[in-house]
């Protein structure tokens, strides 16, 4: 288990952005005699395949012995989490007073506090591409010998105004812009041979520093797609080391979790499928989301794979409604510091095991997918025979907000489906934390539903 904890930590720190985890997934998937199912013709019992979608989302099948029609057994994780996104026109300097400073302009991605983001260091990850369609990668900030970016804040002593704002807009969202560079005015003072500043070289020189390096202009960002998040390493918490202070932990715990316990296990009668789904933060849309068709188009190509009798659509339709998933994401962690917030008889609590929730949404269920107790007493019996340990919780105490999760995509084609992850103390800021012990458990019930006959 110290192995798997050691692991999950390497993942998350090396493994920042929806593609990063794809790509690395993708790999853990082949060294376990994963192939892309694009390579593949035919279908049988024990094969095993994924499906990538465009290297942002990614699905893993492993084929079962029965009529895939009877239903799978799906782990859904998402493996995108808030971050700051480079706009399309990214790279300003400022040019009114004369500062030299060169920014790079950013759209925050997901629910953010905003002003967790200033005074930290900053990594840039993701790609650039060409308009000849050459992709070009980008991962700065975590390796020692980079230098990271950061955005500036206001010195206490002269934030009067700032500290009367609320924390919502304390910091505004257009001025999350991160310095890339600074080429101040002094300079000629230092070394007259330099030159004058001039207005505008501090941007040509960050542009000059990229064409020489990635070889890419200006003109590409228009094509790009580059992640500011936090810069470091996954680190333990504490003299015992039990918690674990990581970016993106919603839903990497989840998700790593569920692609070891997948790789590793080995499907019965039932297929087993690993869903990491991209766009979960925001509201799962796009081609890479579980709004689309990615589920169903890829059950849809397993199934032309596979030798089934009669109409095909429908063996996909059945397929999905008669499947089981665990929607395997996040729940907060009870918080001492805060517990108003919190139904203590109903929160979820570091170390003490996976969480299921039964239903998520806000305000009175709305937009939850509330699940069967038919298919939780499922659930709880398996874990209860593979010595599992779970703990029952909703997110917070009710009418204090609320939250979504995959897990009603899921429902759209008629399965079964529960909220199983781990749960996560200050979730969403840059730096989250997780218990190992819950971490185990995880893992550990992630494989014990895959056996569900
Ligand atoms: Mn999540
Ligand atoms: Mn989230």
Excluded at 2 to 26: A, G, H, M, P, W
Excluded at 108 to 128: D, E, F, H, N, T
Excluded at 341 to 368: E, M, P, Q, W
Aim: proline share 3%.
């Amino acid at each position: 288990m110290d192995n798997l904890i050691n692991n999950y930590v390497k993942f998350i720190s090396e493994n920042k952005t929806e593609r990063l985890c794809t790509q690395t997934s993708v790999r853990i998937a082949q060294e376990n005699g994963y192939r892309d199912i694009n390579t593949v013709d035919k279908l049988k019992a024990g094969d095993k395949v994924y499906y990538d979608k465009m290297g942002k989302s990614l699905i893993l099948f492993n084929i079962g012995s029965d009529d895939i029609s009877k239903g799978m057994n799906i782990l859904g994780a998402h493996i995108d989490s808030p971050r700051l996104d480079a706009k399309q026109n990214p790279i300003y300097e400022d040019k009114l007073y004369k500062t030299g400073i060169v920014y790079l302009n950013t759209h925050y991605y997901g629910g953010i506090k905003k002003y967790q983001w200033v005074a930290s260091p900053l990594a840039i990850y993701g790609v650039v591409v060409k308009a000849d369609g050459t992709k070009v990668d980008v991962a700065i900030g975590d390796d020692p010998e980079d230098p990271v970016f950061c955005i500036s804040d206001i010195l206490p002593h002269i934030a009067q105004e700032q500290m009367k704002k609320t924390a919502a807009d304390f910091i505004e969202g257009e001025k999350l812009d991160a310095i890339l560079a600074c080429y101040p005015n002094v300079k000629k003072y230092r070394n007259p041979e330099e030159g004058k500043y001039e207005p505008g070289d501090g941007k040509k020189k960050v542009l000059q520093f990229l064409e020489d390096k990635y070889g890419i202009k200006e003109d590409d960002f228009a094509s790009a797609e580059l992640e500011l998040v936090p810069a470091g390493q996954a680190r333990f918490i504490g003299f015992d080391k039990t918690l674990v202070l990581g970016y993106g932990q919603d839903d990497r715990v989840c998700a790593y979790t569920s692609l070891i316990a997948m790789v590793e296990g080995k499907a019965g009668n039932r297929t087993n499928c690993c869903i990491l789904a991209d766009k979960e933060e925001v509201g799962s849309n796009g081609a890479t989301g579980m709004n689309s068709h990615l589920l169903d188009n890829a059950v849809a190509e397993v199934v032309a794979r596979l030798d089934i009798k009669g109409n095909p659509e429908l063996a996909v339709r059945r397929t999905l409604a008669n499947s089981y998933m665990l929607s395997s994401d996040v729940n907060s962690a009870f918080d001492p510091l805060n517990p108003g917030l919190y139904d203590i008889y109903n929160s979820s609590f570091l170390g003490r095991g996976v969480v299921f929730n039964k239903y998520t949404g806000a305000r009175g269920k709305s937009g939850a997918s509330d699940a069967n107790p038919e298919f939780i007493a499922k659930v709880r019996g398996k874990l209860y025979e593979s010595e599992v340990y779970f703990q029952n919780a909703e997110l917070s105490k009710v009418d204090t907000g609320g939250g979504g999760t995959i897990a009603r995509n899921a429902a759209e084609f008629g399965m079964n489906v529960l909220d199983c992850g781990v749960s996560v103390m200050s979730m969403h800021a840059p730096w989250e934390i997780t218990s190992a012990f819950d971490i185990e458990q995880a893992y550990k019930c992630y494989k014990a539903f895959l056996e569900l006959a």
